[in-house]
């Protein structure tokens, strides 16, 4: 696929966007790419109980079949948790589901570590 067709499918990558989106966008996995690592340590979302806000690291791990995740599109999509709530296991599932879905990875694997508030820090991980 020449290199103007594979970007053109890349809107985020490609506007100036500037609100949060609701999916990741991908495009084809280059020959020989066999993992990769996404971490940040600036998530956030609403606590479901409190409305507190919770600040989470993520990390998404994954081997690719035939497709890879954009990063400026990932950015944007976990930027769509700043005003949910979600508990940090909901948290791990959505976002690997959302992986699975957009890019149909052999394996995907999200780790949450949301950050102490009351003194405890919780890590949840979820595996496709």
């Not at 290199?3 to 500037?18: F, G, I, K, Q």
């Not at 909901?90 to 949301?114: C, F, G, M, Y």
């Amino acid at each position: 696929m020449p290199e103007a067709d594979v970007t053109a499918a890349l809107h985020a990558l490609r506007s100036t966007v500037r609100e949060p989106l609701d999916h990741v966008e991908t495009f084809p996995a280059p020959a020989g790419c066999t993992r990769v690592r996404f971490t940040t340590d600036e998530v956030t979302s609403l606590c479901p109980v409190t409305g507190q806000p919770d600040l989470s690291s993520v990390e998404i791990d994954y081997e690719p079949a035939e497709r890879c995740i954009e990063s400026k599109s990932l950015k944007l999509y976990l930027w769509s948790f700043r005003d949910r709530a979600v508990f940090a296991e909901a948290l791990a599932v959505e976002i690997a589901s959302e992986v699975q879905r957009a890019a149909a990875p052999t394996r995907v694997k999200v780790v949450v570590t949301q950050h102490a508030r009351g003194g405890i820090v919780t890590e949840t991980t979820a595996e496709l």
